[in-house]
């Protein structure tokens, strides 16, 4: 989550034209401390249920959590660009993920 606050200006065009949600199986409270206390700015979203992680495909069996699974939705739902686990530690799987970001978002009309 660092890698993804620290790159958000960059990565995620500073919000523009794209949403980051990071979805966990923490409780909401916990989530929301741990955001505020790190200065992410993006939102979390609560799946203590571990509904959403089972319906894209991102739990882990015989556990309650999920992998690392990243998705790319283009606008209207569609998912783009998969990849799990994602590899945070390797700086070429944020090329990847830009590029992705980049397909899926149109360009920015710069100064």
């Known amino acids: 989550m660092d890698a993804y606050r620290d790159q958000y200006a960059q990565i995620f065009r500073g919000g523009r034209h794209v949403m980051l949600v990071a979805v966990s199986v923490d409780p909401a ?4 401390g741990w955001a505020h206390d790190r200065h992410y700015p993006f939102r ?3 799946d203590s249920g571990g509904r959403v992680g089972r319906a894209y495909g991102a739990s882990v069996k ?8 990243l998705f790319v ?7 783009a660009y998969v990849t799990a686990p994602f590899q945070e530690i390797d700086p070429q799987a944020y090329t ?6 980049d397909s899926v978002t149109p360009p920015d009309p710069g100064p």
């Open 29 to 32: 409270a916990e989530l929301a």
């Open 44 to 46: 979390f979203l609560s």
């Open 62 to 69: 015989g556990t309650t959590m999920d992998d690392r699974t």
């Open 73 to 79: 939705v283009r606008p209207g739902g569609r998912i």
């Open 96 to 101: 990847g993920l830009q590029a992705a970001i």
